[in-house]
């Protein structure tokens, strides 16, 4: 009897076995699909920075005061581009009415997103401050100008950009669910959330009010800026910033905040800003109360 006993009860613990073995595999699967998503935002993140307008082509940045400007790789020029194709680019004029840009004789400079097009003699430009600005092509350089706080700056870029040529890479935390929260809006109705950038403006922008989670069994908020379509966007810091990664803080993206209040923020989509890698952006800083006073151990490291 014993013997059948046994017989009898083996087949109930093989088939109880199977819910649990299903529910770790299921588990299991969804860790991996999540992870892959994961590497898959980073892969398409550096293809962008590696890409011929991405920020690792960064090569100069150059302030633009009232007056005119002459461009050009000759050292006789008010802004000099070492591996501009010519001696003289041209001029680039500031002035109240707008800013304009006209061509040297021997240059041929087109304009970015209509190569096919004659080269520019004289054209106006748009600056980032009043919309899609417009960009300027010349041998291996894009240019255009940006507007922070009120002054403007001529942004430069090089297709052969050294920083471009050296760059090997993010090193990333192992991605980790745990760092993916849900954060629950306190709202500020009509708050505003001042940034300082790395050129020390200050540029103050919309801010829906705080963003509050719970992490490493703590409550905290985070404040984002919101960008035209709804999405949030924050500058953070925490206590791995100057060691594991970069010493300024790091950025984070989120989708708009849901009908109920809520939005999730994914630390392990935390990455660098371009200051890391280039000396030419302007970068924002984290604003007061974006330090959490935790080690985020998620997201982009920083290759001292």
């Avoid at 009897?1 to 770790?24: I, T, W, Y």
């Avoid at 707008?98 to 041929?108: N, R, S, Y």
């Avoid at 080269?119 to 401050?129: A, I, K, N, R």
């Avoid at 505003?192 to 020390?200: D, K």
Wanted: charged share 20%.
């Amino acid at each position: 009897m014993k013997n059948l006993a046994v017989l009898l009860l083996a087949p109930l613990a093989m088939s109880g076995c199977g819910p649990a073995d299903s529910s770790e595999d299921a588990t299991d699967k969804a860790v991996a699909a999540y992870t892959a998503s994961i590497d898959a935002w980073h892969a398409e993140r550096i293809t962008k920075l590696r890409s011929d307008t991405g920020w690792l082509s960064l090569a100069a940045l150059a302030p633009l005061g009232p007056g005119t400007h002459t461009i050009g790789a000759s050292e006789d020029n008010d802004i000099v581009l070492a591996t501009a194709p010519a001696p003289r680019l041209g001029t680039l004029t500031v002035a109240e009415s707008g800013i304009e840009f006209v061509a040297d004789d021997a240059a041929t400079v087109k304009v970015f997103d209509d190569a096919s097009a004659a080269p520019v003699t004289t054209l106006p430009m748009v600056s980032d401050g009043d919309g899609k600005p417009t960009v300027l092509t010349s041998g291996t350089l894009l240019f255009h100008v940006i507007d922070r706080g009120g002054e403007q700056f001529l942004r430069v870029r090089d297709r052969n950009s050294p920083t471009l040529a050296a760059f090997e890479g993010i090193d990333r935390f192992p991605v980790d669910p745990r760092w993916r929260v849900t954060a629950r809006l306190i709202p500020e109705p009509g708050a505003t959330i001042a940034i300082t950038n790395v050129l020390g403006q200050v540029e103050t922008s919309p801010c829906p009010g705080a963003l509050e989670f719970d992490l490493e069994g703590q409550t905290h908020r985070l404040r984002p800026t919101v960008s035209s379509d709804g999405s949030l966007f924050f500058v953070f810091a925490d206590t791995t910033n100057g060691q594991q990664t970069y010493g300024a803080g790091r950025f984070l993206d989120a989708d708009p905040i849901g009908d109920d209040g809520l939005v999730e923020l994914d630390f392990n989509k935390a990455h660098n800003p371009i200051c890391s890698m280039s000396e030419f952006a302007t970068c924002p800083l984290p604003p007061t109360g974006n330090r959490l006073p935790i080690a985020v151990e998620a997201g982009e490291k920083y290759r001292q």
